[in-house]
Every structure is written in structure tokens, then in C-alpha cells.
């Protein structure tokens, strides 16, 4: 699945979250209890200080909201993610709308890269890699900074990033365009995107 399908398929998961005098982001807050439930785990204006949770701030609103219909999906088994299950069920189309909006909005943590792993990486994302390893930057836009539906990857924690990979080279994050991706890569080839795109 391209990065164009998947900015249209946000769009139309857009149209479903969106629902008459929904909240807008401008109405929340760094106060605003929604935010303050999020920030819990995935800290001040989502730039998470935990290794193993991913940072919301500068991502971009249309994947929050594709994952936030995927946590609220029944059908679709998310152990690797198994808290967001509860915590988007609790929460309503326009809640969902505006807390997208809010952490979208806020300033992205940058990459941090350096050193040889770093470099390695870099060639992976910008020119893929052996045997059937795409370039991430098609999807991902050359910065790592996401497209439409799919999402912001640059400055994310290196942990984080390397359970990502794992899950869909094992298929933990079924049924993505990941699988496919990511079938071929090896653990040194992890190592060292994660290296590039991490900020720890």
C-alpha cells in the first residue's frame, strides 16, 4: 500500500471520527484533562520519556486517528499495544478529533542520529536495502516526518522503534504493509535504522 492510499484512507476514516460540533483542537489544553489522560503515559505534550512508548508530538493526526479506530476494533488483536484497547474505547469521535489536532500541532522531537550504526541506517531508509527491503523514505517522506496516513518515524525512541520492527517482522502488527517490509530485514539492519531515525 502506497503512501497516497493510505493519505485516502485516512480521509475517510477522518470522515468518520468527525461528527457535528465535534471538539477542536484548539479547545484543548496542556491542562485539559483528554490531554492529561494521554500525557500519563505518553508525557508532556507527548514527547514520551519512556523508551517503550511512542512520542505523539509532530505526529500526524490522520495515523493517531487510524490507530485510535484500530485500538477500537475488536476484531484486531493489539497485544503489543494492549492499554491503548481500553483507553480508546473510553474515548468519543470528537475527543478522538481534537486530541489528534493537539498533538499534531505540537513541536516534533528531532532525530539525533550519529555514528556508523546511523549511517548504515540512512542507506536503508533512503535507498532500501537487500534482498526485497524497500526504501522507507517512499512512505515516510525523506525526513522521516510521515505522509498523510502514514506516519512521523523520525525521532522516535530507539527502543520503541526496534519492538515496531520486531512486531511486524513477526507479525505481532498484523495485517500492514509492514509485514511485507520488513520480512527480509535483519536484526543488524533494525539496529541500525533505528539508530538513524532515534532520538533517545
Avoid at 484500530?70 to 474505547?89: G, L
Avoid at 498533538?103 to 535507498?127: D, K, M, V, Y
Wanted: glycine share 10%; with cysteine.
Amino acid at each position: 500500500m502506497t503512501g497516497r492510499l493510505f493519505g485516502i484512507l485516512a480521509v475517510l476514516i477522518g470522515s468518520v471520527f468527525v461528527a457535528p460540533g465535534a471538539m477542536a483542537a484548539d479547545d484543548l489544553t496542556a491542562s485539559s484533562p483528554l490531554v492529561k489522560g494521554c500525557e500519563g503515559c505518553h508525557g508532556a505534550r507527548g514527547d514520551s520519556q519512556k523508551p517503550e512508548v511512542p512520542r505523539l508530538n509532530g505526529q500526524k493526526s490522520d495515523y493517531i486517528l487510524i490507530r485510535l479506530k484500530e485500538f477500537r476494533d475488536p476484531s484486531r488483536k493489539q497485544p503489543h499495544a494492549s492499554p491503548m484497547t481500553r483507553n480508546a474505547a473510553a474515548s468519543s469521535n470528537s475527543d478522538s478529533v481534537a486530541l489528534a489536532q493537539y498533538f499534531s500541532r505540537q513541536t516534533p522531537t528531532p532525530r539525533s542520529a550519529s555514528g556508523i550504526e546511523s549511517q548504515a541506517g540512512a542507506e536503508i531508509f533512503l535507498h532500501g536495502a537487500d534482498p526485497a527491503t524497500p526504501a522507507c523514505a517512499i512512505c515516510h517522506g525523506p525526513d522521516g516526518d510521515g505522509l498523510g496516513g502514514t506516519p512521523r518515524i523520525a525521532g522516535q525512541h530507539r527502543t520503541y522503534l526496534m519492538q515496531q520492527l520486531a512486531d511486524f517482522n513477526f507479525a505481532g502488527r498484523p495485517g500492514t504493509v509492514m509485514n511485507r517490509h520488513t520480512w527480509d530485514m535483519t536484526q543488524q539492519q533494525m539496529v541500525e535504522l533505528a539508530a538513524y531515525l532515534s532520538n533517545n
